[in-house]
C-alpha cells in the first residue's frame, strides 16, 4: 500500500486512460476464453458421443476436434462487436455477471436435453466392422442450442473486477458508521 499525504488530492483519471484499461481488458482475457471455450465445447461433444454409445474409436478424436472448432470460431466471431464497438463492451462490462450467469443457464439445458424432446436410448447393430452398441442420444435441437450459448457464454465470460483503489485505501475518510 502506498503513502498518500491527506493534503494532496489524487489527480483524476483520464477518460482516455479509462478506455484504453477497458479495451485491454476486453482481448488479455481472450487466449483463455479461446482454450477454455475449445475445451469445453470439445468435452461436451465427447461426452455426447461416449453417452450415445457413437464412440467406437480413437481417430473419433480428431472428428470431435473438428466440430469443437467451428463452434469455438463461431463464437468468437458472434461475440467480436463486444470488443470491438465501445458502446457495445462498455455495455458488456457493465453485465459481466450475467455472462456466467447464461454459462450455467446453458449447462443446466444442456443436462436437461438428455430428458426433454427426443431423447432417449438408441441401439446400433453390429455390422462387419463394429459390434452392436447401446446408448441414450439427447433432444438434437435443443443440445445443439444450448452447446452453442454456452460457447458464446464461455468466449466472452469476464473475470472478475478488481476492488477500486478507493476500498482498500486506509487514508479515505469514514462517511458513515455501519
Do not use: K
Not at 7 to 16: D, E, M
Not at 65 to 94: D, Q, Y
Not at 111 to 136: E, F, K, M, T
Not at 143 to 157: I, T
Amino acid at each position: 500500500m502506498t503513502y498518500r499525504p491527506p493534503h494532496l488530492p489524487s489527480a483524476p483519471v483520464s477518460p482516455l486512460y479509462r478506455t484504453e484499461t477497458r479495451t485491454s481488458r476486453a482481448w488479455t482475457a481472450l487466449p483463455v476464453q479461446v482454450v477454455l471455450t475449445g475445451f469445453i465445447t470439445y468435452v461436451v461433444i465427447a461426452a455426447c458421443s461416449v453417452i450415445g454409445g457413437t464412440f467406437t474409436e480413437g481417430l473419433q478424436i480428431v472428428g470431435i476436434a473438428v466440430f469443437s472448432t467451428p463452434l469455438t470460431i463461431a463464437a468468437f466471431v458472434l461475440g467480436l462487436p463486444l470488443r470491438l464497438i465501445p458502446r457495445a463492451r462498455s455495455w458488456w462490462f457493465r453485465r459481466a455477471e450475467w455472462t456466467f450467469v447464461v454459462f450455467v443457464l446453458a449447462a443446466l439445458v444442456l443436462c436437461l436435453s438428455y430428458v426433454i424432446g427426443r431423447a432417449g436410448p438408441v441401439h446400433y447393430d453390429a455390422n462387419a466392422q463394429w459390434p452392436a452398441s447401446d446408448g441414450y442420444n439427447p433432444d438434437v435441437r435443443v443440445f445443439v442450442s444450448a452447446l452453442g450459448v454456452l460457447a458464446f457464454a464461455s468466449m466472452h465470460m469476464l473475470p472478475p473486477r478488481r476492488a477500486r483503489r478507493a476500498a482498500l485505501d486506509d487514508t479515505t475518510p469514514v462517511t458513515h458508521l455501519a
